[in-house]
């Protein structure tokens, strides 16, 4: 691969160039049949890090950086600490203050207390308001992936729309992989969409 992407001449979209250079692999991995933003999102990020693993330590990355490619951005599990709180996950504490910089309302690590519900009270990961709307966005990481942490997942998001009806639980690893190459667009897209529809209405 990296020797098809050296032949690959220099120009203002190098991504583009590379995406048409493999569209034979692409059509046999189904691009044509994605249908949602979303699928068509976490593909290009999957063969943009594809791209950038293939150029990295490459004698001219960095002159194809200028030519178009953007540097990813950078990141680290372990930060994760936001105004003071330890947040437990870099994606938590990085859709923080890109919310903060986007200048939009939210609480973070809020304690509630749901109706009927086993446990004396939960953490809220975020409530997100804008446009006289709320949505309760919860951050997925490994912990989630065990049976009984889905199980209480389950009950959790079935007791929050009993009296809410506007939730989003993002995964760790897409919310990681948005920002590097993405700056959190794709996070800052999907919490948006929820905040600018017929869900979440406060008054």
């Given at each position: 691969?990296?020797?098809?992407?050296?032949?690959?001449?220099?120009?203002?979209?190098?991504?583009?160039?590379?995406?048409?250079?493999?569209?034979?692999?692409?059509?046999?991995?189904?691009?044509?049949?994605?249908?949602?933003?979303?699928?068509?999102?976490?593909?290009?990020?999957?063969?943009?890090?594809?791209?950038?693993?293939?150029?990295?330590?490459?004698?001219?990355?960095?002159?194809?950086?200028?030519?178009?490619?953007?540097?990813?951005?950078?990141?680290?599990?372990?930060?994760?600490?936001?105004?003071?709180?330890?947040?437990?996950?870099?994606?938590?504490?990085?859709?923080?203050?890109?919310?903060?910089?986007?200048?939009?309302?939210?609480?973070?690590?809020?304690?509630?207390?749901?109706?009927?519900?086993?446990?004396?009270?939960?953490?809220?990961?975020?409530?997100?308001?804008?446009?006289?709307?709320?949505?309760?966005?919860?951050?997925?990481?490994?912990?989630?992936?065990?049976?009984?942490?889905?199980?209480?997942?389950?009950?959790?998001?079935?007791?929050?729309?009993?009296?809410?009806?506007?939730?989003?639980?993002?995964e760790y690893g897409w919310v990681k992989e948005d920002f590097i190459f993405n700056n959190g667009d794709g996070v800052l897209d999907k919490i948006l969409s929820r905040l600018d529809g017929k869900s979440g209405s406060i008054i």
């Amino acid at each position: 691969m990296v020797n098809c992407i050296c032949e690959i001449k220099k120009g203002s979209n190098i991504i583009s160039e590379i995406l048409q250079h493999f569209q034979p692999e692409l059509m046999s991995y189904g691009w044509s049949d994605f249908e949602s933003d979303e699928e068509r999102h976490e593909a290009t990020s999957y063969i943009r890090n594809l791209i950038s693993f293939s150029i990295e330590g490459f004698g001219e990355y960095d002159s194809l950086l200028s030519s178009g490619l953007e540097k990813p951005s950078d990141w680290s599990d372990d930060d994760t600490t936001y105004k003071g709180n330890n947040l437990h996950s870099a994606a938590h504490k990085r859709i923080c203050a890109l919310l903060e910089s986007k200048k939009i309302k939210f609480y973070f690590e809020s304690m509630a207390i749901i109706p009927d519900d086993v446990k004396s009270y939960r953490r809220i990961d975020l409530t997100i308001i804008k446009n006289n709307r709320a949505c309760i966005v919860e951050i997925d990481g490994a912990a989630h992936r065990s049976q009984k942490q889905q199980q209480d997942d389950y009950e959790r998001d079935r007791l929050i729309t009993n009296h809410w009806n506007n939730t989003l639980r993002l995964e760790y690893g897409w919310v990681k992989e948005d920002f590097i190459f993405n700056n959190g667009d794709g996070v800052l897209d999907k919490i948006l969409s929820r905040l600018d529809g017929k869900s979440g209405s406060i008054i």
